[in-house]
C-alpha cells in the first residue's frame, strides 16, 4: 500500500523558514501528483500547493505564493515543502497526499501529518 510519511516540522519565529519532506514508499511515486495541505486548530483543511508528476509543474494557494515552493525528487520518492517568510497563521498541522490527477483536491494516499508553530 502506498503511504506517506511527512517530517521536518517544528516551532519557529515569524519570518523564519522550515522545510517539510515527504517520503513515499510501497508504490510508484512518479505515478502520482503530489499536494500539501494544512488544518488548523477549529479550521477544515485547506489545499497548499501541488506538484505534477515531473515536478513540472506546480501551483499555490493564494496565501502562500510566493513564500512557499514546492519541489520533489523522484529518484528519492520524495516531496519537499519550503516555507519561508513564516507568519503566524501558518500554523497548523501539514500533509502531504498523492493522487492520479494534478488538482487541488482530488488525493487519494495521505501522510499523518507534521505540526508547525510559528510564533510571534
Known amino acids: 500500500q502506498f503511504q506517506l510519511v511527512e517530517s521536518g516540522g517544528g516551532l519557529v519565529q515569524a519570518g523564519g523558514s522550515l522545510r517539510l519532506s515527504c517520503a513515499a514508499s510501497g508504490g510508484t511515486f512518479s505515478n502520482y501528483a503530489m499536494g500539501w495541505f494544512r488544518q488548523a486548530p477549529g479550521k477544515e483543511r485547506e489545499f497548499v500547493a501541488a506538484?505534477?508528476?515531473?515536478?513540472?509543474?506546480?501551483y499555490y494557494a493564494d496565501p502562500v505564493k510566493g513564500r512557499f515552493t514546492i519541489s520533489r525528487d523522484n529518484a528519492l520518492n520524495t516531496v519537499y515543502l519550503q516555507m519561508a517568510s513564516l507568519k503566524p497563521e501558518d500554523t497548523a498541522v501539514y500533509y502531504c497526499?498523492?493522487?492520479?490527477?494534478?488538482?487541488?483536491?482530488?488525493?487519494?494516499?495521505w501522510g499523518r501529518g507534521t505540526q508547525v508553530t510559528v510564533s510571534s
Open positions: 506538484t505534477n508528476w515531473s515536478g513540472g509543474r506546480s
Open positions: 497526499a498523492a493522487g492520479r490527477a494534478y488538482s487541488t483536491s482530488k488525493y487519494d494516499y
